[in-house]
């Protein structure tokens, strides 16, 4: 069975600071993807940045960043310079790998709820 | 472009009662998930259809079914509430099933069932 663990419920950042998100998970699949979504209290979903399990390069998106630990299993992301917009409740997914791409069943982790402080 | 569009937003039905949700997706989309959110849960998947056929199904009982359109629109359905069916319902559109391009959500159904 595949599973996502998030073991930071809350956490809390001073803005212009750089936090780290944790995530850990676990797939016996070697072809898979890693996301981060961040849900704010607008309630829709956003892809924050993504990883596919071959690449070993860690992927980057402006001031987000992935920190992608293959055999430990563990994925945690990387805000730099933290902005009051990056409150909200960010979800680590990991994505089951087909011939195109990850398929439709992503499994969620259960969440970290961010919050940057003024 | 319009994003993927949920409707209604907010629902209210009685224990007993069935309800379908919409989603519209992304323009040229033709695969579509649903996932339910709750706050003990989590977020979990439902099902994901691709042309009209569903591709994938997750483990829910047999009152959650749904449907895909030949314009990609797709609709869920829940039969017989109970009050734990109470949650926020979330779609997601991709180009095709597998595309690493990632999926794009709506905001959501907010179900309520009294």
């Known amino acids: 069975a595949q599973t996502v663990t998030q073991s930071q419920p809350e956490m809390s950042v001073q803005e212009a600071e750089t936090v780290t998100l944790s995530c850990t998970y676990d797939?016996?699949?070697?072809?898979?993807?890693l996301f981060w979504y961040k849900q704010p209290p607008s309630r829709q979903m956003i892809l924050v940045i993504r990883q596919e399990a071959y690449k070993q390069q860690n992927a980057t998106e402006n001031r987000f960043s992935v920190n992608f630990q293959k055999a430990a299993k563990s994925f945690s992301l990387k805000i730099s310079d933290s902005q009051l917009g990056d409150t909200a409740m960010y979800f680590c997914?990991?994505?089951?790998?087909?011939?195109?791409?990850?398929?439709?069943?992503?499994?969620f982790g259960k969440g970290t709820k961010l919050s940057v402080k003024p | 472009k319009a994003g993927v569009t949920q409707t209604p937003r907010y629902l209210i039905k009685t224990r007993g009662q069935q309800v379908t949700l919409s989603c519209s997706p992304i323009?040229?989309?033709?695969?579509v998930s649903w996932y339910q959110q709750t706050p003990g849960q989590g977020l979990q998947f439902l099902f994901e259809y691709f042309s009209e056929t569903q591709r994938n199904k997750g483990n829910f009982p047999g009152r959650f079914s749904g449907r895909q359109f030949s314009n990609s629109r797709s609709e869920m359905n829940v039969s017989t509430l109970e009050l734990g069916d109470s949650a926020l319902y979330l779609c997601?559109?991709?180009?095709?099933?597998?595309?690493?391009?990632?999926?794009?959500f709506g905001s959501g159904t907010r179900l309520t069932v009294v």
């Open positions: 797939t016996s699949e070697n072809n898979y993807y």
């Open positions: 323009s040229g989309h033709r695969s």
């Open positions: 997601a559109s991709s180009l095709e099933v597998g595309r690493t391009g990632g999926y794009t």
């Open positions: 997914a990991l994505g089951r790998g087909s011939r195109g791409g990850s398929q439709g069943n992503l499994i």
